[in-house]
C-alpha cells in the first residue's frame, strides 16, 4: 500500500492571540494614559518629534499594538498602524504570550532574543524604561519585582495613577 | 549554570597567522569575488601596510578595482557615499577593510549602499534594517581592540543632519576576519594600550551581563587570558609579531563574545565620553571598566570573581579566598592599568583625559539612552551614572 504525502497546515493559536490582543489594549491604552499624568514618562518622550510611530507587533501577521506621539502624549493607535518609526517585534505568539502574560521582563526577552527592535535604538532604550514604568504602575510589587531589573519606586503620586489606570485609565485613555 | 535560553553567532571564517594576508587571493576566490576596493586611511598607508596588501595579491591574476585611502578618524555618511561612487564606478564586486574602527565601520556604510542599491544610509540605520545577504567583506584589522572584524555592528556620524547613525544586524559581520601579525606591528604604545583595554572591556562586559551565555564566555574569558599574558609585552616591544598576533587573536574572540552576548554601562559611559568629550574610545573603556564593575557587583559578584582567574593566573586565583576573588579581579585590573599608565601614559582618570567636571551631568545624561544599558546587569539611572563618573573623575 502506497503512503499518501499531503501538506499540513498547522493550526492557530486562537486563545493566546486573543489574550494577547486584549492585553494590547490595555497595555495601549494605559500608556496613553500614563503620558498625559506620569512626569517621568513626559519627560522620556519629550525629545520625540511630534508624530512619531511606535508599533509594537507579534511576528509574523500580528496582533498589533500602536502609539503615536501627539502633543506630548502618546495616543493609543490600536492595531491600525502596520509600520511605524521604532518597532518592537515579538518573535513568535508564544514568545509575546510569555512576555504580555506577564512572565517574562523585557530585558529577559530582549537577552533571549525573544523581542528584537527595529529603528532608532536610542529612542528604544527610553521605550523599554517607560515600558517598566508602565507595567510597575499596573502590576503589584511581588510581580514587578521578576520582570524589572529595579522596582521603580512605588510613590503617592504613582499609586494614586495605579487608581487611576484601573478606574478610568483604561477604559477611556484619559 | 546555563541561561533557560540562548543564541550565538559567528559564521566568520578567522584566518590567522604569519603571512596570512598572502591567502586573500584565495579567499577571495572561494568568495567569487574577483574585484575587491580597499577602503583605508592615510595612517595605514603612511606605515606601508597598504603596500604590503598590494604586494601579497602579486601574481594572483586578480585586479584590485580601487584603493580609497582618506578615510577620517570619525567615519561620516558623505566618506560613505563618496567610496559607494567609487565602487561603482570601479565596478567593484566586493570590500576590504584595512584599518581600525573607523575603517571598517565605513566598508560596513558602503556595503550597506552598495548592496541595497541607494544613496542614503539613514534609510537603514537602527537594528536589523538590513534584508539583503551583503557584497564579500573581508576585514584586516591594523589595531586590536575594536573586535569589528567579527561584530554585527556599524556607527557613522550624518554630518548634514549632525545624528550618529547606528547600524545592526547579522549582515553586517564580514566573511573574513584576517589577522596578520604585520598590520599591527607600527601601532603605537598608548594606541596599543588603549585598544587593548578596549578588548578588555568587551570581553569582561560579555561575560557579566543578561545576555552572556557558554559561548560568549568561553571567548571572553580566552580573550581575558591572551591580553594579561601579551598587553605589557605588546606595549613595550611592539615588533614582536607573536605578541601581536595574539593580541589581535584577543581583540577578535572579545569581539566575537560581546556581539552574541552585548556590552553595558562602561561602554554606555564610554560612548558619552567620547561625543561630549572627544575621549578616544580605549581610553574610556581603560577608565570606566573598574568603576562599572563596581557598580554591577551587588547583581554579578559571582560572575567578577571568575573573572580572577583569566586576569591573575591560575595561583592567585587557588591562593585567593572565594569571598575575596570579585574584588581582587578588579584589584589586578587596577594594577594593570597603572603599569600600562607607566609604560605609555594611558589615562587612568577622566582629568588625565582631558575632561572638565562641569561635563560631567551632560555625559551622565547621554549615557541614559545608549542601547547598551539594556543588557547591563543593573538598572542605572542619571545619579548612578554621576556617582560612577565623579568617582572616575579623578
Known amino acids: 500500500m502506497s503512503v499518501q504525502y499531503r501538506p499540513v497546515v498547522p493550526g492557530i493559536k486562537r486563545f493566546k492571540i486573543l489574550v494577547i490582543k486584549i492585553i494590547f489594549i490595555v497595555l495601549g491604552r494605559a500608556f496613553q494614559s500614563a503620558s498625559q499624568h506620569d512626569e517621568e514618562i513626559k519627560k522620556e518622550i519629550s525629545s520625540w518629534r511630534n508624530g512619531f510611530t511606535l508599533l509594537m507587533k507579534v511576528m509574523p501577521d500580528g496582533p498589533y499594538m500602536g502609539l503615536e506621539k501627539r502633543d506630548n502624549m502618546l495616543e493609543f493607535k490600536g492595531s491600525k498602524l502596520k509600520k511605524a518609526d521604532l518597532e518592537i517585534y515579538f518573535r513568535n505568539v508564544e514568545s509575546a504570550f510569555m512576555i504580555m502574560t506577564p512572565q517574562m521582563g523585557s530585558h529577559q526577552a530582549f537577552a533571549e532574543r525573544r523581542m528584537s527592535i527595529k529603528g532608532d535604538l536610542n529612542i528604544a532604550t527610553a521605550f523599554t524604561r517607560t515600558l517598566v514604568i508602565v507595567m510597575s504602575t499596573l502590576y503589584p510589587e511581588f510581580i514587578v519585582k521578576r520582570l524589572v531589573k529595579r522596582v521603580p519606586p512605588l510613590t503617592f503620586k504613582r499609586f494614586g495613577l495605579r487608581i487611576w489606570l484601573y478606574t478610568i485609565g483604561i477604559l477611556l485613555g484619559r | ?394
Open chain 2, 1 to 394: 549554570m546555563l541561561p533557560s535560553y540562548y543564541e550565538f553567532h559567528n559564521p566568520v571564517k578567522i584566518v590567522s597567522g604569519n603571512k596570512a594576508l598572502d591567502n586573500l587571493p584565495s579567499e577571495f576566490e572561494t568568495l567569487g569575488a574577483k574585484r575587491p576596493m580597499v577602503i583605508t586611511d592615510k595612517g595605514v598607508s603612511g606605515a606601508g601596510l597598504t603596500k604590503i596588501f598590494i604586494d601579497s595579491f602579486a601574481s594572483s591574476g586578480m585586479t584590485i578595482g580601487a584603493i580609497f585611502d582618506d578615510v577620517p578618524p570619525d567615519s561620516s555618511s558623505e566618506v560613505v557615499e563618496k567610496i559607494t561612487s567609487i565602487f561603482r564606478q570601479n565596478k567593484c564586486d566586493s570590500l576590504v577593510a584595512l584599518g581600525g574602527g573607523s575603517v571598517i565601520d565605513t566598508a560596513k556604510g558602503v556595503n550597506i549602499l552598495v548592496t541595497e542599491n541607494s544613496d542614503d544610509l539613514l534609510e537603514f540605520s537602527g537594528a536589523e534594517m538590513l534584508k539583503k545577504p551583503m557584497k564579500p567583506l573581508v576585514v584586516i584589522p591594523t589595531t586590536s581592540g575594536t573586535g569589528s572584524e567579527v561584530t554585527v555592528v556599524a556607527v557613522i556620524s550624518d554630518v548634514k543632519r549632525n545624528l550618529k547613525m547606528a547600524f545592526t544586524s547579522t549582515h553586517l559581520l564580514p566573511d573574513i576576519a584576517l589577522l596578520d601579525p604585520r598590520m599591527t606591528l607600527t601601532l603605537p604604545p598608548k594606541m596599543t594600550a588603549a585598544t587593548a583595554m578596549d578588548a578588555m572591556s568587551h570581553a569582561v562586559e560579555a561575560y557579566i551581563n543578561l545576555q552572556k551565555n557558554p559561548m560568549s564566555d568561553a571567548y571572553a574569558v580566552a580573550a581575558i587570558e591572551l591580553i594579561r599574558k601579551n598587553v605589557l609585552k605588546a606595549v613595550s616591544d611592539g615588533n614582536n609579531s607573536e605578541v601581536r598576533l595574539a593580541m589581535a587573536n584577543a581583540s577578535t574572540m572579545a569581539g566575537i563574545a560581546f556581539s552574541n552576548s552585548m556590552v553595558g554601562v562602561v561602554h554606555a559611559l564610554g560612548h558619552a565620553a567620547g561625543g561630549i568629550c572627544h575621549i578616544p574610545h580605549g581610553v574610556a573603556m581603560n577608565i570606566f571598566l573598574p568603576f562599572g564593575l563596581e557598580y554591577n557587583m551587588p547583581k554579578c559578584r559571582e560572575n567578577i570573581a571568575k573573572l580572577l582567574l583569566p586576569i591573575a593566573g591560575a595561583d592567585v586565583y587557588a591562593r585567593t579566598p572565594e569571598p575575596r576573588r570579585a574584588e581582587q579581579m578588579i584589584h589586578y585590573l587596577i594594577e594593570l592599568r597603572k603599569a600600562l599608565n607607566d609604560l605609555c601614559g594611558l589615562p587612568i582618570n577622566l582629568k588625565q583625559a582631558g575632561v572638565t567636571e562641569d561635563h560631567l551631568p551632560e555625559i551622565a545624561q547621554a549615557a541614559m539612552n545608549d542601547p547598551s544599558l539594556i543588557m547591563n546587569p543593573r538598572e542605572m539611572d542619571v545619579n548612578d551614572a554621576l556617582v560612577i563618573l565623579k568617582k572616575a573623575f579623578e
